[in-house]
C-alpha cells in the first residue's frame, strides 16, 4: 500500500513554469513506477508522464514532451512534474498515481492515487 499527496498545483499565466510535488508513505516507495495523469473538464483522464522505479525511463504524452520533465528522489518519497511554457490547455487537476508495472500509460493502469492538484493556465 502506498499513499499519495500532491502539492504545488496553482494559477499562472500562459508560458510560465510550475513544480507539482507528489509525496509518498510507506518503505517501499522505490519499488513503484509513478506517473502523472490529468483531467481536463468534461474530459477523460489522460496519460502525462511516468517514470520507471529507478528513474532511468521515463514516458510521455506527445503533447508535452519538451515541456515537461517527471523527476524522482526515492530518499524523500517523492516524485516531481516539474511543467514549463505551459499552455491554456495544459488547464487540469494533475494526479500522482503509482503502478507495480514497469510501465504504465494508461489510467487503469495504475493501482494507488492521489487527490489531485488543480493546475490553471491562463492565456
Known amino acids: 500500500q502506498v499513499q499519495l499527496v500532491e502539492s504545488g498545483g496553482g494559477l499562472v499565466q500562459a508560458g510560465g513554469s510550475l513544480r507539482l510535488s507528489c509525496a509518498a508513505s510507506?518503505?517501499?516507495?522505490?519499488?513503484?513506477?509513478m506517473g502523472w495523469l490529468r483531467q481536463a473538464p468534461g474530459k477523460e483522464r489522460e496519460f502525462v508522464a511516468a517514470?520507471?522505479?529507478?528513474?532511468?525511463?521515463?514516458y510521455y504524452v506527445d503533447s508535452v514532451k519538451g515541456r515537461f520533465t517527471i523527476s524522482r528522489d526515492n530518499a524523500k518519497n517523492t516524485v516531481y512534474l516539474q511543467m514549463n511554457s505551459l499552455k491554456p490547455e495544459d488547464t487540469a487537476v494533475y494526479y500522482c498515481?503509482?503502478?507495480?508495472?514497469?510501465?504504465?500509460?494508461?489510467?487503469?493502469?495504475?493501482?494507488?492515487w492521489g487527490q489531485g492538484t488543480q493546475v490553471t493556465v491562463s492565456s
Open positions: 498515481a503509482a503502478t507495480t508495472r514497469a510501465r504504465a500509460t494508461i489510467q487503469y493502469e495504475y493501482e494507488y
Open positions: 510507506g518503505r517501499t516507495f522505490s519499488r513503484y513506477t
Open positions: 517514470i520507471s522505479w529507478s528513474g532511468g525511463n521515463t
